[in-house]
């Protein structure tokens, strides 16, 4: 299994950038995908969740409001649009799979984990 996250990059505070999650070595359209993220010094935290027909999502208060959770069986393909970016948001981000009938958003529940791509919001 391969989950192989994109789109990071560095920008300036209010910007926006998606993030794409590629994933191979599994039927995509069965697993929940989430986004998550962690900040130096930080632990790892939720972001985001989908559930695999794309029909629920749920998100982080943090992002609520600001960040969208989306996903095409088609690509195999989660992405995560990003929009009014703060410094705050500044990390890691990686996308995980789930094969579960819920949507998961601890860490810890997480079946697959890709590579982060790294975001930096500069003020």
């Known amino acids: 299994v391969q989950l192989q996250a994109s789109g990071g990059g560095l920008v300036q505070a209010g910007d926006s950038l998606r993030l794409s999650c590629a994933a191979s070595?599994?039927?995509?359209?069965?697993?929940?995908m989430g986004w998550f993220r962690q900040a130096p010094g930080k632990e790892r935290e939720f972001i985001a969740a989908?559930?695999?027909?794309?029909?629920?999502?749920s998100y982080a208060d943090s992002v609520k409001g600001r960040f969208t959770i989306s996903r095409d069986n088609t690509k195999n393909t989660a992405y995560l649009q990003m929009n009014g970016l703060k410094p705050e948001d500044t990390a890691v981000y990686c996308c995980?799979?789930?094969?579960?009938?819920?949507?998961?958003?601890?860490?810890?529940?997480?079946?697959?984990w890709g590579k982060g791509t790294l975001v930096t919001v500069s003020s």
């Open positions: 995980a799979a789930v094969y579960s009938k819920v949507v998961e958003t601890n860490p810890r529940g997480m079946d697959y």
């Open positions: 070595g599994l039927t995509f359209s069965i697993y929940n």
């Open positions: 989908i559930s695999r027909s794309g029909g629920s999502t």
